[in-house]
């Protein structure tokens, strides 16, 4: 299944009735991981049709109101539809504790077990991985601690080609191994190539979230070349010194950025409530980085086309 | 100006796309009064044009989620617009603490003054009356402390006719003693009874909002003869004894609570997400009290028609 993520909020901390504050759904085969969750977010995965039971892990950049708020109702509702699985939520230090006070003075029982794992923001480091990916902390440069999470698809086993394991009577117990790039030796000991056996299997595909941030003057290895990378951009590039000022970046700047990473795609976000229109958004972006889209509340983009 | 209320959220604690959590717009002349606060509020207030820089009262009924937790993003965006003016939120124990919480670790500094009134949801007091307005609190029975509010309005002055002051040319500083009742003595001693100098003012209005109870079996003196009544109906009556597990109340529960008051009119909402559809609730409650509606997110009803 192609890795995509569906953009529940593309909002600023201001809230405006046609953007959500922050919240991305990164959907992979085996589950889908929630990125930031802003009030509301609740509502836009009903709204647009996806399970929130099937989210499993959250991942929170910061703790700013438009980043963290809509948790609370989103765990309470993931209990009263009787979810039994656990939930694990990466986040900075205090996040546990306005969890831990809301869940005892509104006397709430979860039927599952809720692990809250604090996110050091000083450092990149592997914080989360399943079968099939690893996902990475990075430090941002924001008003209060605040981390990027890079998600990276591991290296899938290779394609055996359907046709000879008939033909060359492959044993089911062999065909796992040659997956794995081993060869294969026939009764009469003759030897096939792994490469005549299988094909290529399908690149790894990777996505590094953003928000909120200065932008930053170095790129970071661990998302050097990443498929699709969505950057925060609250501002266009005549608004650069409140940019700053609120350690946020401008359209210009993120493209800037995903030129230096050299990403290979660029979604820009968390528009600031002053903008209805977006199209200088991608205007300004363009004329340095070609492959760049805006967020949009409801939009999906795959993360390698 | 007539009061009114605005639905912001019909829906009970299950989100569902159509109805929000718990939320409602009282407005009078002087400001707007917010009662519940679930998750999106500030979004539908904005959605639907209103200002959340004029609510300077909000009353919590009770902490479960679904009505209180947009309470901080709403808190949030006031800063962020610069208010200067003070908030206050009236609401059962715990919530100064939730907030106090959220305000600590988000570092956030609000530069208006927040006053946090705790209410007392074991008996029925004035909480809170401003020069138009009197605010009641009554205990409701639900499965955590909880308080319904009863919103009336003062007695109004006399309206002077004003055809009258210059035929008797009545002073400036008889006309406010006239309009609280006082007759006027011209200057030849003649004595004009207060009745034939002014007429009746408009019926000071009242409301009042009960969520989320069990329906209770007297009925308070309190709401005795409202103009409007918001009584939750989270179920039909055909699921009258979940409605009883649950501490909530039916449809045909909250018409017969609605004529024991001598309400005027009832409105009915907290709806469970089970109903798309809501004639059965008008129906069911229109058998035993005829001048019913259902609430609906933006939908505006007056206090008294």
Redesign the interface.
């Known amino acids: 299944m192609a890795l995509s993520i569906l953009i529940l909020g593309s909002g600023a901390?201001?809230?405006?009735?046609n953007r959500?504050p922050s919240g991305i759904l990164l959907k992979s085969e085996s589950s889908s991981f929630l990125i930031d969750c802003g009030?509301?977010t609740?509502?836009q995965i009903?709204?647009y049709k996806e399970s929130i039971q099937r989210i499993d892990q959250v991942f929170i950049t910061h703790?700013?109101?438009?980043h963290y708020?809509?948790l609370?109702?989103l765990i309470?509702?993931q209990g009263?539809?009787g979810r039994e699985r656990d939930l694990e939520i990466f986040a900075p230090k205090?996040?546990k504790?306005?969890i831990d006070?809301?869940l005892k003075?509104?006397?709430?029982y979860l039927c599952f077990k809720l692990i809250i794992h604090e996110v050091d923001c000083s450092q990149s480091l592997m914080i989360f991985e399943n079968k099939d990916i690893q996902v990475f902390s990075y430090p941002l440069n924001h008003k209060?601690p605040c981390s990027a999470y890079v998600f990276k698809e591991k290296i899938k086993p290779r394609n055996l080609i359907p046709s000879k394991i008939t033909e060359l009577k492959i044993p089911v117990y062999m065909r796992n191994k040659i997956k794995m790039g081993e060869d294969f030796i026939d009764d009469s000991g003759k030897i096939y190539a792994n490469r005549t056996l299988t094909l290529d299997p399908q690149k790894p595909q990777s996505f590094a979230y953003f928000s909120d941030t200065k932008v930053l003057t170095k790129a970071p290895d661990v998302i050097q070349g990443v498929d699709l990378l969505y950057h925060e951009s609250t501002f266009l590039h005549d608004m650069q010194s409140r940019a700053e000022k609120t350690y946020h970046s401008t359209a210009l700047q993120a493209a800037e950025f995903a030129v230096k990473c050299e990403v290979k795609k660029l979604v820009l976000g968390h528009f600031s409530a002053r903008y209805n229109e977006l199209t200088d958004f991608v205007l300004e972006a363009s004329k340095v980085f070609a492959n760049v889209e805006v967020a949009k509340d409801g939009k999906q983009f795959f993360i390698s086309e």
């Open positions: 901390a201001t809230p405006s009735v959500n009030e509301g609740q509502l009903r709204k703790l700013h109101a438009d708020l809509g609370f109702g309470s509702t009263l539809l205090g996040l504790e306005m006070v809301q003075i509104t006397n709430t209060i």
